[in-house]
């Protein structure tokens, strides 16, 4: 989407280690403009889909899956990181590790929210080693609901998220993929 890539050129910033800083539009300070038309790609992608419920994951992710919603006119339903150690039976849970924050999270939904009869999106901002969407998978395997696939802002293709899930049959609809950081902060696109 080149609105998207052009935004990043834009107010994006290569850091250390691979990752690309995007707080000005998507991550600190967000726009909700920009995140309405990204949301209508989506929509369009999914629209034979009927979805009627959108999986993310705190934090970075629900602001996205907000405006998606409104798009899909369903409910959002974000996992939630929790350090509670008794985990009762209400809840499917499952665990992540932070590519960003590098340690392992347990995450939760509640059993009520997700049921064998829901078709689920999920809406992620990033996907870089494929953790977090791999943990959103297992909660939707464990509820039986079914899934409908993956919208993501933005895939760093130069890690090997993208191309696993994808081999394990996820269809993954990204609306800019980073082909490449350099450590002079250019940044280019895979088509
Ligand atoms: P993964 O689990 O695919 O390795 O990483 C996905 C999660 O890590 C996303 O939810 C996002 O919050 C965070 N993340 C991964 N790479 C980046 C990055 O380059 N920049 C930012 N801002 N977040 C990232």
Known sequence: MRLL???????????????????GFLNHQMDVALFAQLAEQWHEAFAADNVNKILTI???????ACIAAQAFGCPVLFAKKTKTK???????????ESFTHGRVYDVIVA????????RVLLIDDFLANGAAL????????????????????VEKCFQPGGARLRAQGLRIESL????????????????
């Open 58 to 64: 705190e934090a970075s992710g629900i602001g996205l």
């Open 176 to 191: 800019a993929k980073v082909a490449s950081m350099g450590d002079d902060g250019s940044i280019s696109f895979a088509p």
């Open 111 to 118: 059993k009520e929210y997700l049921l064998p009869t829901d």
């Open 86 to 96: 008794n985990i009762d039976g209400s809840v499917y849970t499952t665990k992540v």
């Open 5 to 23: 890539e052009e935004r990043i050129l834009r107010d994006g910033h290569v850091r250390a280690g691979g990752v690309l800083k995007v707080d």
């Open 134 to 153: 791999e943990g959103l998978c297992d909660l939707v395997r464990q509820a039986g609901a079914t899934l409908v696939g993956a919208g993501i802002a």
